[in-house]
């Protein structure tokens, strides 16, 4: 079975900061990830999706995500955090054919401070 | 283009009750899941459908049930309303089965008291 597991429950950095979430799958097979973000009573949003055709996956809102199959990571990046990044971060998993529903991650709220 | 639309957004059912929750998926996408979102146990899935056939069911009790249309609209019912039911519902559609993200709707959040 197919599983994502999310390092750190909340992360806080400062408004310009560097922002790193992370990210380790389990699968058997190369995987499709995702990274999602919710916002306060909001459903999730696409930031980033990885399907082999890159390692270095770049998403919305200036956030990017690196595939490295040697350490099974898919860690979240972006260089500058904003206060307007304040939110849920989620990873997760997604397997092929009859095995194609979303396995998440357990998030990761990120805070931005000044 | 129109995103997931999901309603109701908020509501309160009793213990014993059922409920009913719609979504509509984004035009032309044909694969519609469901996921429950709760503090304790975070985001799980419920059920798939394409093209009308559940494809895919995660770990509920039988009491949790959807359907898909031919429109690829999608209902879940849940009967039998128990106090642990209390969640934010999302419904998700993607083009089709295969390496693509799905798109959320904004979440029915139920209440059961």
């Known amino acids: 079975a197919q599983s994502v597991t999310q390092l750190g429950s909340h992360v806080s950095v400062s408004e310009g900061a560097l922002v790193l979430l992370r990210c380790n799958y389990s699968?058997?097979?190369?995987?499709?990830l995702f990274w999602y973000v919710q916002y306060p009573n909001q459903g999730l949003q696409l930031l980033l999706k990885?399907?082999?055709?890159?390692?270095l996956v770049k998403g919305i809102n200036g956030f990017e995500a690196e595939f490295k199959k040697s350490e099974t990571s898919f860690h979240l990046t972006k260089p500058s955090a904003h206060m307007s990044d304040a939110a849920e971060y989620f990873c997760?998993?997604?397997?092929?054919?009859?095995?194609?529903?979303?396995?998440f991650g357990t998030g990761t709220r990120l805070q931005v401070t000044l | 283009k129109a995103g997931v639309t999901q309603t109701p957004r908020y509501l309160i059912k009793t213990r014993g009750q059922q409920v009913t929750l719609s979504c509509s998926p984004i035009?032309?996408?044909?694969?519609v899941s469901w996921y429950q979102q709760t503090p304790g146990q975070g985001l799980q899935f419920l059920f798939e459908?394409?093209?009308?056939?559940?494809?895919n069911k995660g770990n509920f009790p039988g009491r949790f049930s959807g359907r898909q249309f031919s429109n690829s609209r999608s209902e879940m019912n849940v009967s039998t309303l128990e106090l642990g039911d209390s969640a934010l519902y999302l419904c998700?559609?993607?083009?089709?089965?295969?390496?693509?993200?799905?798109?959320f709707g904004s979440g029915t959040r139920l209440t059961v008291v």
């Open positions: 998700a559609s993607s083009l089709k089965q295969g390496p693509y993200g799905y798109t």
């Open positions: 699968s058997s097979v190369p995987p499709y």
């Open positions: 990885y399907t082999s055709a890159a390692t």
């Open positions: 997760a998993v997604r397997g092929t054919g009859t095995a194609s529903k979303l396995t």
């Open positions: 035009s032309g996408h044909r694969s």
């Open positions: 459908y394409f093209s009308e056939t559940q494809r």
